[in-house]
């Protein structure tokens, strides 16, 4: 059937960002009369959840959203994959806290988004310290409770991404103890509905090649990247800066060893009974007609 | 004479001209056959039979908590009789214009006391007209000046007029009216039975006027009927000319009969 | 009424619901509502059993039940109690009204943000919500009732000698009975609405995390399951206020006669 | 009451208000109270002029004021609908009563993640939203008025041979009016609270939108200023909801004597 | 003999016994001065002044919305005089125990018939005995099988009987009575006269009786007061020994008097 309307969802941060600012995805869609629509999401699996109903279209989330949302038997692929936040993720105290690593964690309140990248970083950081998940008290939070929480001492630390972590960062001056350069190497997804993948392939092909072009532009012209964001979203100017500088930009095709990293987190996560079910990534997996 | 020409012709008379007591042949107005009604295990009324012929002016008359309202609520089709049957006569089939001067004034709160009146007057008359026919029934109960007001602030007396204004303005068919000027002076209340009595002659309903004062049943209506027990324990024609002087002699008889069989 | 005539007439009422149900199993069996859209009927009471067997969905009851009390029991008491002081006594209302009708404009749930900097997200905060959140009904319905107390019957009590305490319990509570019903049955429902939200915040057990958990995993079974215990339980706790009302306004046209 | 007398019980009431922000604005400036855990007044006051001067907040609230006003619209006409309708008609009261009474025990914010499945993240979903949960307290309050209207002037209005028509605006309505105005000021309440919740739902716009930006970027001071904006809306139509229920209800005993 | 020892003796005597007219030297109940009320621009009552000894019985008439309940509502301090004074005599202070019986029953409907009357009780008698007296005072008014039932299911004229009741069950020092017999049928009427008549005399208070009954009031008071456009225009003793002969001569010839006064 013929394809209208286009939705497209969002974070507050990185390449989807610079492409609606570019208005690159409309000008490549323009000729077939398809209106764009972003929405913007405060985090990964509320998008994932919009997704599975097609109430978007696409949508770009770190690694953890849609491995829970697979588990959960959610209608996604993954379309393709983009640079992970890397430096722009981190779990952090504020700088008067008696926590000096990631080993002293045990036994503390730490907040994070459940189900998110940052998620996932906080159960890497803690295997590769040696401390079992369950010694610490995960307190799962929104990046806006946990805001509060922070503010007024009542988790210990906080694992989140940018530009959450930006603000926080420009606010706090944070002591970071461990970011997802260190621990890590995953990645983040652009994911599709299922059914609209299947039924408008050259759409999804469109819009990835016209996210290449904004990650070129982007690379490029870092200096214009913080100002673009922050018009867009509305965060902070110094908090944008801070994030668009170690933002890595970039968009390419899933490979064999992009799924094999995927699937890693997803047995870690089964293992540690945070998702009910194993699944298998590359059932999820999409790939453009005629690859 | 018929009767109608009898109305056109005492519409020009301005003070009540006399009527003719002799048992014309009319036409029903309304019957009990044999009505009874309970609350719960209570017996209120008990077999109580009544023919009414159309025109008459019946007063009801009993103690108090003998059942007078009771028997109003089921003539004006408000409550249904626990037994027994009520038959009306043929113009008074849907009871259309039964018109109930309650106990209570129930005026309505959120009109003033001239749309209170204009009630009266629904299906009959509306706008300009249905206001002026209030207002001059308002100047006739001596509440002219008082027809813009919240019923709220009248006091009680004068909500009972506001009441039998509403009452009298339409032209009803049957008239049930439960001690409609109990709340009133001896001068205002005179003032008002000679407005009924006069509404009455003019326009030919059915009136059945329930009160607790005998001298003023035996100087208003045809016939007499006392309630005692449940049951009907006097039915008397009052066989006076009218216009009836308070005080004659014939009256005093009557009433005394009445007393007697109130008190005895 | 006649027995018969009452079950003809409440039976009209369920027929809506029946049909409703069956359409919705039959829709779901055909395929035609999908899954992932509207769970079928018995889906959702699969997944009551398995829930019920594991025991996770009394202990989450229990848990959510007990802070809608909690809950409860502070905001509303503060409420009646302000409410009946400023009914009663000029000053304090002089003293207290501009600010209590200033604040009932805020809408509590618009306050989370402040509420998790000053109460933690713990369940300070959620006792908080609710307590709030129930306060206002509770408050504006006593205040309401008794300065809608029939002034007749409070000038009669006057003339009778009645002293302040008699004149209350006498005349001016029972006056203001039915509105503070009123109060009562809108605070259980902004109980229940609150908690809701309220658990939402970093909860680890209650009726509203099992929601979101169930909302993450997209277990709609689960979350269709959750509403439904939901409406049950505001259902019960109306009921309860309902019974409540009954045996005290016995005397108010409106309960006789059932 | 002379002028000066109310002068005086007025200022009373904002004597405690008053002293409550000059305490507040004393302990931020002196460091007792941190920013971050309340701003101060006059930083409020500064967040207020800078997106005011940004056009941001005119913009945000007429989206949601625009929000509020079409769900109220929908969800308030057929609340009142069906209340007329089941307050006046008894097979339509025994088709839909027990129907709607079983819906109202749901909590409609418990229904977002159905609402997201149903109508997706749009204006439709937040419209649904306000809609539903203005339509209880408008179809509750409306059904109750008209239950509640004095027996005895009905039967007065029946006797003096008032149709339906007559009846119900004559009698029925007016007696009904009270009450409606009372679920009026309730529903306008909800109308606001569910729109913040439903604005978080990936919202682009609108005062919840920019409440929860705020919080996500811990800008307490515009946190603090959307709450009291929504205290003001609220406020606003509040007021005028008391209006039009003085302009109506000029019999009332209640409303006499300003 | 005092006037203690001789309530104590009357308390015996069954039938009302004679009571002396010659206005023995007697302290003060109360005093109006020059009292005035307005409601809005309408001039309701305008210079009354009245001043009543102790003990007396009074009777208050006037035409429909004269003023008669705005002047016991002045009485019994539930209104303000817009001008003039009224003083209380030293036992009435705090006019505590001044016992109002209002136009409208004013039952409360919450409470069944007997708390309604134990009201009239409060501050004087609780528990048991506040029942009992309740329930002798019920069976005095003809309401002693009602006792158990909400004041909704019954009469207009049992409401006011329970009114009556719950007036006349305490020891008022001053009682107001607004139209207390106005829904009664002539022989429940002339019942509760008597009642009111036998307590009066037993107790021993200060009776003010609004009422719109002419035969009543020279019936039953010391002293007809008439009202009329906002002013006293007749203040009338009634020297007539008690027990009172109902249409005895002299009583005809005062009640005259007054009509006179009230329709001329
Ligand atoms: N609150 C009020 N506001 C305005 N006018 C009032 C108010 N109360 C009474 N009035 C008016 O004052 C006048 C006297 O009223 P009042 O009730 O004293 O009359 P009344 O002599 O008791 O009459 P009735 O015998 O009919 O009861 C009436 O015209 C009445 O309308
Ligand atoms: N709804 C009811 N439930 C129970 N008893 C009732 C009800 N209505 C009336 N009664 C009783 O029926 C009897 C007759 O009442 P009704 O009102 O007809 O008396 P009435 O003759 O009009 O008296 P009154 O002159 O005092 O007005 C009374 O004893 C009353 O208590
Ligand atoms: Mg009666
Ligand atoms: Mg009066």
């Known amino acids: ?291 | 004479m018929t009767a109608a020409s009898l109305t056109a012709v005492r519409s020009f008379v301005a003070t009540p001209p006399a009527r003719p007591v002799e048992p014309i042949e009319r036409q029903r107005a309304f019957a009990f056959k044999g009505v009874g009604k309970r609350f719960g295990d209570k017996t209120v009324l008990d077999g109580i039979d009544l023919d009414v012929p159309a025109g008459q002016f019946l007063a009801v008359i009993g103690k108090s908590g003998c059942g007078k309202s009771t028997l109003l609520r089921l003539l004006a089709g408000l409550d249904r009789p626990t037994s027994g049957s009520l038959t009306y006569g043929v113009e008074e089939q849907g009871h259309s214009r039964t018109r109930f001067m309650f106990q209570e004034p129930r005026l309505l709160p959120w009109a003033s006391v001239v749309k209170n009146v204009e009630v009266g007057l629904t299906g009959i008359a509306s706008g300009a007209e249905a206001t002026q026919r209030a207002l001059d029934i308002l100047g006739e109960v001596g509440l002219a000046d008082r027809a813009d007001e919240w019923p709220s602030v009248l006091s009680g007396g004068q909500k009972q007029r506001v009441a039998l204004a509403r009452a009298l303005v339409g032209h009803p068919q049957i008239l049930a009216l439960d001690e409609p000027l109990g709340a009133l002076d001896a001068l205002t209340r005179i003032e008002m039975q000679q407005l009924l009595e006069r509404i009455w002659i003019t326009q030919k309903f059915t009136a059945v006027l329930v009160t607790h004062d005998v001298a003023e049943a035996v100087a208003l209506a045809d016939r007499v009927v006392v309630i005692s027990e449940g049951r009907i324990a006097l039915d008397l024609e009052v066989p006076v000319e009218r216009p009836r002087r308070r005080g004659s002699v014939e009256l005093a008889r009557l009433e005394g009969r009445i007393l007697d069989r109130l008190f005895g | 009424m006649s027995f018969g005539a009452r079950l003809r007439s409440n039976g009209i009422g369920w027929l809506l619901p029946a049909l409703v149900i069956a359409g919705w199993e039959i829709a779901s069996r055909a395929g035609v509502m999908p899954a992932n859209v509207l769970p079928a009927p018995s889906a959702v009471a699969e997944a009551f059993w398995r829930l019920t067997l594991s025991g996770e969905l009394i202990r989450n009851i229990g848990v959510s039940t007990a802070r809608a009390l909690a809950g409860f029991a502070v905001g509303g008491s503060i409420g009646f109690a302000l409410g009946l002081a400023n009914g009663l006594s000029t000053l304090s209302r002089g003293l207290t009204d501009t600010t209590l009708q200033m604040i009932r404009n805020i809408p509590h749930l618009a306050l989370i943000p402040l509420v998790i900097l000053w109460f933690g997200i713990d369940e300070e905060a959620k006792l908080f919500l609710v307590a709030l959140g129930v306060f206002f009904p509770i408050y504006v319905n006593t205040l309401l009732g008794i300065q809608s107390v029939d002034p007749q019957l409070v000038e009669m009590g006057r003339v009778y000698g009645m002293d302040r305490r008699a004149l209350f319990f006498r005349v001016i509570l029972p006056g203001a009975l039915p509105a503070i019903f009123v109060g009562l049955r809108y605070a259980l429902g902004i109980m229940w609405l609150t908690l809701i939200v309220a658990e939402t915040i970093s909860a680890s057990s209650g009726l509203g995390y099992m929601a979101m958990q169930a909302r993450e995993f997209l277990l709609i079974d689960v979350v269709v399951l959750s509403i439904l215990i939901y409406a049950l339980l505001g259902k019960l706790a109306d009921s309860l206020a309902r019974l409540l009302e009954r045996l005290s306004l016995g005397w108010h046209p409106a309960f006789q006669n059932g």
Request: proline share 6%; hydrophobic share 45%.
């Open chain 1, 1 to 291: 059937q013929e394809l209208k309307q286009f939705s497209i969802g969002y974070q507050k941060t990185g390449l989807p960002v610079i492409a609606r600012q570019q208005q690159v995805i409309e000008k490549a869609l323009s000729d077939k009369g398809v209106t764009v629509k972003w929405v913007e999401f405060t985090a990964g699996p509320p998008m994932v959840e919009a997704l599975n109903v097609g109430a978007i279209d696409v949508g770009w989330t770190g690694d953890a959203p849609p491995i829970f949302g697979q588990s959960a038997g959610a209608n996604i692929v993954y379309a393709a994959a983009l640079p992970s936040n890397g430096e722009g993720e981190a779990i952090f105290v504020k700088p008067t806290s008696p926590i000096q690593s990631v080993a002293d964690l045990k036994g503390k309140r730490v907040g994070v988004g459940k189900g998110t990248s940052a998620h996932n970083l906080l159960v890497a950081a803690l295997e590769k310290a040696g401390i079992p998940f369950d010694q610490i008290t995960p307190v799962y939070l929104s990046p806006a409770d946990a805001a509060a929480a922070f503010a007024s001492d009542q988790i210990d630390a906080w694992t989140v991404w940018d530009p959450f972590f930006a603000i926080a960062e420009t606010r706090y001056q944070p002591r970071v103890l461990a970011r997802s350069s260190e621990v890590l190497k995953v990645n983040t997804y652009f994911l599709a509905n299922k059914d609209f993948a299947k039924a408008h392939p050259e759409t999804v092909t469109t819009t990835i090649s016209a996210l290449g072009e904004a990650a070129k532009w982007a690379d490029q012209n870092r200096d214009k990247v913080a100002a673009a964001l922050h018009e867009v979203t509305g965060v902070p100017l110094d908090a944008q800066i801070i994030a668009a500088n170690r933002t890595k930009f970039g968009i390419f095709p899933i490979t064999d060893q992009i799924i094999a990293g995927q699937q890693a987190t997803a047995d870690r996560f089964y293992k540690l009974g945070l998702i009910p079910n194993a699944v298998r990534i590359s059932d999820a997996v999409w790939t453009a007609p005629g690859n």
